[in-house]
């Protein structure tokens, strides 16, 4: 097993901190708020320092092991079904350099001591829309596809998907609890593809995810505040059908439902933008590192 695959598997799998030399990372991946956060912290009597007049010396490793630990954190980051970041540069879809420039991206809380003044941190925080951003900037804007016989169908403010229970897994004779991605498709019944990351120039990304909880507030809609800002006050519900994918980030919904969506150009304006929310099981919301 390659390195970066070990890597995938802590991301996903484990809570393992990942070490290398006197430093050590661990975090979580947000996927409610899109944002991978972590933790850099140097033990302090490995690397050889000693306080006070070791604090700056010990700012400057942080500075300089971050970049070492957080980049296989970012390469195991699920682009799509089939697909981390790693295999897109890889692939040549992603360039390495871009890979790399995200770690710098990361906005960096001033680094602290611990109470026994033995490890020295500093947290450092990257939305994963600027992950989206990156992948995105040579992709062509694309149609929605409409049916050809379109249906009368009422226009609405947003798409919600309810995807936050064990479905089937198209292909397969297994059920799965659908995963967050940065970049999910939408299939119907048919699995003719409804939605996919070139239909989209949205910059807050193709969906959000949230809980159950957002769409059961004490509100006229139903809808917390920030659903309701991203789908609207008058939003299509639907119930997923069935998830699909190597790694099982894409809901499958209704072709009937599909159809509601794509026979209107105001409802097909709702993916082109991201005006699209699926509701996923409290534990696929947070990842820990």
């Not at 300089?64 to 970041?85: E, K, N, R």
């Not at 925080?125 to 929605?144: C, E, F, G, I």
């Not at 798409?159 to 498709?185: M, Q, Y």
């Not at 790694?247 to 026979?263: F, G, K, N, Q, V």
Request: proline letters at 6%; charged letters at 20%.
């Amino acid at each position: 097993m390659k390195k970066s695959a070990v890597f995938f598997a802590v991301i996903f799998f484990g809570s393992l901190p990942i070490h290398a030399q006197t430093g050590e990372i661990n975090g979580v991946i947000e996927w409610d708020r899109m944002e991978l956060s972590v933790v850099v912290s140097v033990d302090l009597k490995k690397a050889g320092l000693k306080l006070p007049v070791g604090r700056s010396q010990a700012e400057a490793l942080l500075d300089d092991q971050y970049p070492t630990l957080v980049h296989p954190v970012i390469m195991g980051l699920q682009a799509d079904s089939s697909s981390t970041l790693e295999d897109l540069v890889s692939g040549g879809d992603l360039s390495l350099e871009d890979a790399d420039n995200l770690a710098f991206q990361a906005l960096r809380i001033p680094p602290a001591l611990s109470g026994d003044l033995s490890l020295i941190s500093a947290r450092y925080s990257l939305s994963l829309h600027t992950v989206s951003a990156t992948l995105k900037k040579h992709s062509r804007l694309q149609d929605p596809p409409s049916p050809l016989v379109p249906a009368k169908v009422r226009d609405y403010t947003g798409i919600i998907i309810i995807a936050d229970e064990s479905l089937p897994v198209h292909g397969r004779n297994t059920a799965a609890l659908l995963r967050p991605c940065l970049f999910p498709k939408i299939w119907d019944s048919g699995m003719g593809l409804v939605y996919e990351r070139g239909m989209t120039n949205s910059e807050a990304g193709m969906v959000c995810y949230v809980s159950r909880e957002s769409v059961l507030a004490a509100s006229p809609s139903g809808l917390d505040e920030k659903l309701l800002s991203r789908v609207g006050s008058n939003p299509l519900r639907i119930m997923a059908r069935g998830v699909f994918g190597e790694t099982p980030t894409d809901p499958i919904i209704d072709s009937e439902d599909a159809r509601i969506i794509l026979s209107s150009e105001a409802n097909r304006r709702l993916l082109r933008e991201g005006r699209v929310a699926v509701v996923l099981d409290r534990s696929a919301l947070k990842t820990s590192l």
